[in-house]
């Protein structure tokens, strides 16, 4: 599976380094929000998700904020690796089980 | 759990000829999704399923497009005639319905129109 290529955001980072990733939503009524994590060749893959009554989440070296109030999401890597190089989208889900995807982010881990 | 499973992984065929790609997502998910990713338009819902029955088929581009479900452990998206512009990759995806639940993405099948 190609990821989303040329016109993508990027973001370098060291590898050691913390990453953020930010994402604007656009519906205040989704209830659900999930980080994808896509590499070069494959399909979006599950990272976490934080429900609506939530402002913040925490996963092994992951963490996802929530602020309803301006419609942001972001996505704090700690400690970032080669192997975090990839495409990042956030989603968004509102009543009818429909998952809406933003546009994605490019990281880049430089050694 | 084998996961979604896409087949073929890629496809090439020329223009006006009819196109297949199947899925069988994972056993006891109740819901099916086709989704098309250009660099252009990035990850786009064509259409979903919930318990074999199509719900939301909005973003089919146009009549050329057609998918099925014709159980609860395959599905075909079909294109007839194919042109150039659906050169793409086509995501199936699988969950078990609900609010809660991320979605599980196959690996998706490349398909170019020459």
């Known amino acids: 599976g190609e990821s989303v290529g040329l016109h993508l955001p990027t973001l370098s980072v060291q590898e050691g380094d913390n990453s953020i990733i930010n994402c604007a939503y656009s519906?205040?009524?989704?209830?659900?929000f999930i980080w994808y994590k896509q590499e070069s060749g494959k399909g979006p893959q599950f990272i976490i998700d934080i429900r609506s009554n939530m402002d913040k989440r925490q996963g092994q070296r992951v963490t996802v904020l929530l602020n309803k109030t301006v419609k942001h999401l972001s996505l704090q890597i700690a400690a970032t690796q080669p192997g975090d190089s990839a495409v990042y989208f956030c989603a968004e889900k509102a009543a009818g089980n429909k998952l809406t995807f933003g546009g994605g982010t490019r990281v880049l881990v430089k050694p | 759990d084998a996961g979604v499973i896409q087949s073929p992984r890629h496809e090439v065929t020329e223009m006006g000829q009819e196109v297949t790609l199947r899925c069988k997502p994972i056993?006891?998910?109740?819901?099916l999704f086709w989704y098309r990713q250009t660099m252009m338009r990035g990850l786009e819902l064509l259409i979903y399923f919930n318990n074999n029955v199509p719900i939301d088929d909005s973003g089919m581009p146009e009549d050329r497009f057609s998918a099925k479900m014709p159980n609860a452990s395959f599905s075909t998206l079909k294109i007839q005639p194919s042109e150039p512009r659906d050169s793409a990759v086509y995501f199936c995806a699988s969950d078990r319905g609900g609010l809660s639940y991320g979605y599980t993405f196959g690996s998706g099948t490349r398909l170019t129109v020459v």
């Open positions: 056993s006891g998910h109740n819901s």
């Open positions: 519906n205040s009524a989704s209830d659900y």
